[in-house]
Nanobody, 118 residues
Framework: EVQLVESGGGLVQAGGSLRLSCAAS????????IGWFRQAPGKEREFVAA????????TYGDSVKGRFTISRERPQNTAYLQMTSLKPEDTGVYYC???????????WGQGTQVTVSS
């Protein structure tokens, strides 16, 4: 069973940075992918970024391109989302996802809150 555990959320001022972590377990396929989605109050869930576990290939949502970077550390089975130049509109619950689709949606973590103050 795949398990995903997020950490690293918190409160930050606009223009600041945060790094989210996603500790993954229970999968062994190089064609697996890890992603991040977010959901703000009253809004639909939005794709943020994804990384292919085997090749390291990445893709990003338009609203975060150039500001966020997704990466993975294979020995630690951990994926990261480095967020810079944060804006109040980046506020929301960030979910780590895993799966073999692109972007991945099969398995979801419990979510971590990110709040960006203006």
């Amino acid at each position: 069973e795949v398990q995903l555990v997020e950490s690293g959320g918190g409160l930050v001022q606009a223009g600041g940075s945060l790094r989210l972590s996603c500790a993954a377990s229970g999968f062994t396929f190089d064609d697996y992918a890890i992603g991040w989605f977010r959901q703000a109050p009253g809004k639909e869930r939005e794709f943020v970024a994804a990384v292919r576990w085997g090749t390291g290939g990445t893709t990003y949502g338009d609203s975060v391109k150039g500001r966020f970077t997704i990466s993975r550390e294979r020995p630690q089975n951990t994926a990261y989302l480095q967020m810079t130049s944060l804006k109040p509109e980046d506020t929301g619950v960030y979910y780590c996802t895993g799966g073999t689709t692109w972007p991945p949606r099969d398995t979801w973590g419990q979510g971590t809150q990110v709040t960006v103050s203006s």
